[in-house]
């Protein structure tokens, strides 16, 4: 079952953020090779859409689609697929497209950390057993996904941006570094980051859209709104909507 949750209305606060424009946004947190969550909110984002005033729509997911969970090939095709058919997608690269990426291109370390974070289940999903992939080495793994993972699936994921500012907010995979600058923020800092950026409690000049870290609900900050809510083992994936200063959230229901 899809439900909607903890939707805002919008007041009449000039203080609040607003994403700007005469657009409405949404944006998808980590589905971590959940294609039929994917799917399940893509159709609940459509019912939504339905109910509310035409506006162009923008459509942002926030990385991690791939690793943990059992579909991870059928959600690079679904996201290849949206991409082919609509303009109006964005895609941010999180940790696990980027050892994805390079253990793909044949890098033997790359694909030690992707076998030890979830990598297992996503090469089941193009092909390889996971009692098969227990008796490779990490070399052989690396020319494994070398010669079976298809390259345009690798260069889309590559092709991922790392960041994306949108009025008053600005969306990311993992958070940014406090006290630099967003716009000298590094790669690895915004795929990866944690405490440093969840405990900083100052504002970071726009308000952080952001997933990689796992709440159970929806993490509502002052200065951050964190939306991984555990899809591939929660059965709960989460999006949130914004239109100008108001914000609401949608999720499958485990």
Known sequence: MLMPFRRRKARDDASLPS???DRRVYAIGDIHGRDDLFAQLLDRIALDE???DPLPRLLVLLGDLVDRGPQSR???ERAMGLARSTGDIRFLK????EM?????RGKAQAARLFRRYGGVETLASYGLGAEDSALMSD???ARWMLAHVPRDHVDFLDDFADMLPLGDYLFVHAGVRPRVALDAQIPADLRWI???FLNHGRHFGKMIVHGHNISEDVDVQPNRIGIDTGAFCSGRLTAIGLEKDQRWFLRTSA
């Open 19 to 21: 994403v700007g424009g």
């Open 50 to 52: 339905a109910e509310r």
């Open 74 to 76: 059928q959600v690079v």
């Open 94 to 97: 999180g940790n696990h497209e």
């Open 100 to 104: 994805f990426i390079a253990a793909a």
């Open 139 to 141: 070399e052989a793994m």
């Open 194 to 196: 944690r405490g440093d």
